[in-house]
T-cell receptor, first 113, second 110 residues
Framework: DSGVTQTPKHLITATGQRVTLRCSPRSGDLSVYWYQQSLDQGLQFLIQYYNGEERAKGNILERFSAQQFPDLHSELNLSSLELGDSALYFC????????????FGQGTRLTVV | GQQVMQIPQYQHVQEGEDFTTYCNSSTTLSNIQWYKQRPGGHPVFLIQLVKSGEVKKQKRLTFQFGEAKKNSSLHITATQTTDVGTYFCINAGNNRKLIWGLGTSLAVNP
C-alpha cells in the first residue's frame, strides 16, 4: 500500500460528459502529480501541484483541469469527454518536488463510451 | 524537459537468464529514478541514482549511473517470473516536467 488513495477505481461515462477524479496523497506529502496512461503508452505527465499551487504543466488538454485543496488532496476534472480520453489516470505524491521518490495510487480506469 | 531514451522496448527471456535495460540521454542528468510497473499495477519506486559512476544493488538488481551522468542501466541477474513488468527510468532532477518514456517491458518464460 503506497498510502496514496484514488477514487473511484473505475468509471464508465458517455462522450461529452464531465468527471472528477480524486486523489489523497500520502500523509505529509506536499506534491501531487497526475498522469495519464493509455494502452501501450508510457505515462504522460499532466500536471503537478505543490502545497496548493500549480508547479508544472505537461501535456494537459484544455478540457482538463486540476486543483489541490488546503488539505492537500487533489482533483482532476475531465470535461467534454471523448473516446480517446479512455485511459488509466494515476495520481502520485512526493514529499517535495521532483527529485524525490514518488508514490503512486492504484489509478482510476476511465472508460468513455 | 529532458527525456531519456530507454532500450530495448521489449525483452523476452527464459527464467534464469539475465536481463539489462539501458537509459540514455544526450545531456547530463542530475539524477535518475527507476520504477517498476507490474501488469495491471501502478509504478513502484525502485531506486534513485545521484552520483557519477554510482552503483547500487538490491538483491538480484544492479543499478548503475554512468560516469558522465548521461546513461544508466538496470541489470537483473537470474530473472524470475516475479520480475515481469515494465521498468521505467526518468530524469527526476530539478526538471519539473517529469517526462516518462515507454519503458522496457520484460516478459519471463517459466
Amino acid at each position: 500500500d503506497s498510502g496514496v488513495t484514488q477514487t473511484p477505481k473505475h468509471l464508465i461515462t458517455a462522450t461529452g460528459q464531465r468527471v472528477t477524479l480524486r486523489c489523497s496523497p500520502r500523509s505529509g506529502d506536499l506534491s501531487v502529480y497526475w498522469y495519464q496512461q493509455s494502452l501501450d503508452q508510457g505515462l504522460q505527465f499532466l500536471i503537478q501541484y505543490y502545497n496548493g499551487e500549480e508547479r508544472a504543466k505537461g501535456n494537459i488538454l484544455e478540457r482538463f483541469s486540476a486543483q489541490q485543496f488546503p488539505d492537500l488532496h487533489s482533483e482532476l476534472n475531465l470535461s467534454s469527454l471523448e473516446l480517446g480520453d479512455s485511459a488509466l489516470y494515476f495520481c502520485a505524491s512526493s514529499a517535495q518536488g521532483s527529485g524525490t521518490e514518488a508514490f503512486f495510487g492504484q489509478g482510476t480506469r476511465l472508460t468513455v463510451v | 524537459g529532458q527525456q531519456v531514451m530507454q532500450i530495448p522496448q521489449y525483452q523476452h527471456v527464459q527464467e534464469g537468464e539475465d536481463f539489462t535495460t539501458y537509459c540514455n540521454s544526450s545531456t547530463t542528468l542530475s539524477n535518475i529514478q527507476w520504477y517498476k510497473q507490474r501488469p495491471g499495477g501502478h509504478p513502484v519506486f525502485l531506486i534513485q541514482l545521484v552520483k557519477s559512476g554510482e552503483v547500487k544493488k538490491q538483491k538480484r538488481l544492479t543499478f548503475q549511473f554512468g560516469e558522465a551522468k548521461k546513461n544508466s542501466s538496470l541489470h537483473i541477474t537470474a530473472t524470475q517470473t516475479t520480475d515481469v513488468g515494465t521498468y521505467f527510468c526518468i530524469n527526476a532532477g530539478n526538471n519539473r516536467k517529469l517526462i516518462w518514456g515507454l519503458g522496457t517491458s520484460l516478459a519471463v518464460n517459466p
